[in-house]
């Protein structure tokens, strides 16, 4: 199987205009081109994407593989402006994931105390969890990552910021919250919303109910949370300032022992000064409380591993 961009590109386009002609002039192209493309990509993939009707239909194929394709899309276009940033050699760049855990105003702040101490240093942002660290050190050339992560850290340095408590989440209005001691056998009563990035490889965590939802940030489970739809495991990180004064959510205490989510900057060998990486282990440092971190214990940067 070959898939090409343009056949991705032109069958998302005719998916969200709703027809070819339609799809043709968003894209610059001819009709013909278009169809052609859809037809290349049915024949790779050996199915229908959509009903031939007066006005195209997505299949059920079409439409569980179109989140794929806007999503491939976007990283896409993400590489197109990575590479034309990389071309002007005459600033440094840093290419920083940062973890949708941590609360954003306090990340805000500290973004802008980045752009004063580094004002010649372009930053490119991309919110990511550290499942997904390695796809992005890999294939999107990323060069440093902030992130909670227990997965090793392969072919990256290591720096450990912290640590940030783990506790059984729930709507103040849920009937957990009203229970005097919590035990694992009633979390098993209740659904489970559990944090685990579809592009990981390892298995969710934690998994303490059959009866679980799983979504691919923090920031939803702590919505969801926090409409009574189920209980979660977050960090105290997630539970800290704005976004948990305004959720309507309670932290309990969880009946098992559970290690504390790693907070870990990680770097790519060689591409992100030392001066750049002290400053963001000092500031997030400074900021540990305001960001529901423990202090992390006095060590040098693990030096980067490779896969065997």
Known sequence: MSIKIDEIRSFAAVAETGSFSSAA???????????MHVAGL????GYALFHRTPKPELTARGRELL??????????????TRAAALADTALPALYLGIDPMLEAPVMIEILQQFSKAFPSVRLQIENI?????????????MNAALV???????????RILGRSPVSVVVSKNHPLASLTSLTTEALRQHRQIIVHARDSESAPPNIINPDHWEVD???????????????????????TGRSAANSGVTALEPPF??????????????????????????????HKVRLGLAAAPKTTAAPAKSET
């Open 25 to 35: 002039r968003r894209l610059g192209r001819a009709q013909s081109v278009l169809s």
């Open 42 to 45: 049915e024949a790779d993939l």
């Open 67 to 80: 989140p794929s394709a806007l999503r491939l899309l976007a990283e896409a276009q993400r590489l197109e």
């Open 129 to 141: 969890t550290g499942s997904e660290a390695q796809w992005f050190f890999r294939k999107s050339g």
């Open 148 to 158: 909670f992560s227990s997965e090793p850290a392969l072919e990256t340095r290591e």
């Open 217 to 239: 940030s923090g920031p939803w489970a702590l919505g969801l949370v926090a409409r009574g739809v189920g209980w979660a495991l977050l960090p105290k990180s997630l539970l």
């Open 257 to 286: 022992a559970i290690e504390p989510a790693r907070l870990t900057l990680r770097s790519k060998p060689g591409e992100v000064t030392e001066e750049i990486l002290l400053w963001w282990e000092k500031t997030v440092g400074k």
